[in-house]
């Protein structure tokens, strides 16, 4: 009994002294100091996100553009809101005439401008249908990406391995002036950005499925991110 207590205390693993005051000092302001960290940053990207939303149907618009995006989207989803009016009973005249009207050499200017790409139009559209198309749809559509752009960053460099790295840089982007600015216009930069990361992660996480079958469909959703991302701008 006596040697099993003396090679306990001789064991160097083992505190040769009880704890004093100065280390539970220390062990408080340690993780206090973390925690205030953890939550800096956390308030930090809050702030981010709300100054990319705040006010975004109300600020106005800037450029012609982010009115044209608008106005070309919902002019593309006629169609589709004809079909959907038919499909309810409702009237909608001769649903194959002006489909045909629409498509036809009458309504061919209604195409995407030159030199466009169709992407960010297509998001514009998928946003304007259930919002009525508001003049401040590509506007909405942009600060969402730009925001959720945010998040992004803080799982692409987590799924690198360093959670601390991730904070900083989601804190970076979040208040970054440019990435604020142009979350706030309806132009299409941030929405090719977005889906850019959103690649980032998932071939991250192709690379960590390591040859398990997710990794093709990690692969295969990548390269579809990176193609309309591609199309978006």
Request: hydrophobic share 50%; proline share 6%.
């Amino acid at each position: 009994m006596g040697s099993g207590l003396g090679n306990l205390t001789a064991d160097p693993g083992l505190p040769t002294r009880p704890l004093d005051e100065a280390d539970v000092a220390r062990d408080g302001h340690g993780l206090s100091w973390g925690t205030a960290c953890a939550g800096a940053a956390l308030a930090a990207v809050a702030v981010g996100i709300a100054l990319r939303l705040w006010g975004t149907t109300t600020k106005g618009l800037m450029l012609g553009d982010e009115a044209s995006y608008t106005l070309i989207a919902q002019t593309l989803a006629q169609p589709l809101e004809w079909l959907v009016s038919w499909v309810a009973g409702r009237s909608t005249g001769d649903l194959a005439s002006r489909m045909i009207e629409f498509m036809g050499p009458a309504g061919r200017h209604v195409g995407f401008p030159p030199g466009s790409k169709p992407g960010f139009y297509l998001l514009v559209m998928a946003a304007g249908v259930p919002l009525s198309f508001p003049p401040y749809t590509a506007v909405v559509v942009s600060a969402v990406l730009g925001a959720i752009s945010v998040l992004l960053v803080w799982r692409i460099v987590v799924e690198g391995g360093d959670r601390k790295v991730a904070a900083l840089s989601a804190v970076l982007l979040a208040l970054s002036p440019y990435h604020v600015l142009y979350s706030r216009l309806g132009l299409a930069n941030v929405a090719a950005a977005a889906f850019l990361l959103v690649a980032g992660v998932l071939m991250f996480r192709s690379l960590v499925a390591g040859g398990r079958p997710a990794e093709w469909r990690y692969v295969v959703l990548t390269g579809l991110s990176l193609g309309f991302a591609a199309l978006v701008h």
